[in-house]
């Protein structure tokens, strides 16, 4: 028996040039595919609406912001609601929906303020007609944001990461509603 290292023998190597359809072992990554559902279109309808009232609301907001700068702040709050349904962010639309119903119950306590402390200038009837119709539309603007938040929840991740990142859903629905 002898006791000797086995010798290390020299191996030729073979280049292979690599190609774009040569294989290659890497992690992978399973892409769930999602295809646009009812639900998703009822949401992205939901998404574009809020986002238009949020701009009208940006715009008069900034208009009485040149007046009363304190106006300023709430401008900034519909403008998170805009970048929420946007995003389609729960939590940020969560948010706007908040201030949206504070800013309702502050409407509600100051009117009525108003008819009670008032005799002569805020208790016409032109007056409170246009109030009591521009809270109802105020009601609708919170159901509306109420049911957005509704359907993002019942979405799954890559559903609402599809309705973000997918422009053509955008640009379709866009084109289908005009």
């Known amino acids: 028996m002898s006791n000797s290292t086995p010798e290390a023998k020299a191996v030729d190597f073979v280049d292979v040039p690599l190609t774009p359809t040569t294989p290659i072992a890497t992690n992978v990554t399973l892409i769930e ?48 609601g805009y970048f929420g349904s946007k995003a389609f962010s729960k939590k940020i639309t969560l948010l706007y929906l908040f201030f949206i119903v504070l800013n309702f119950i502050f409407r509600i306590i100051n009117f009525s303020w108003l008819l009670s402390e008032s005799y002569e200038v805020h208790t016409n009837t032109s007056f409170i007609l246009l109030s009591i119709i521009l809270y109802c539309f105020e009601i609708f603007i919170i159901s509306l944001v109420f049911r957005f938040i509704y359907l993002l929840k019942k979405l799954s991740d890559s559903e609402i990461k599809f309705l973000k990142n997918d422009q053509n859903v955008q640009k379709q629905f866009i084109c289908n509603c005009i």
């Open 33 to 80: 595919t999602v295809s646009l559902n009812q639900q998703m279109i009822k949401t992205l309808k939901y998404s574009k609406i809020i986002n238009i009232i949020c701009l009208i609301d940006v715009i008069f907001g900034i208009l009485y912001s040149l007046y009363y700068p304190n106006f300023f702040y709430t401008t900034l709050l519909s403008l998170i």
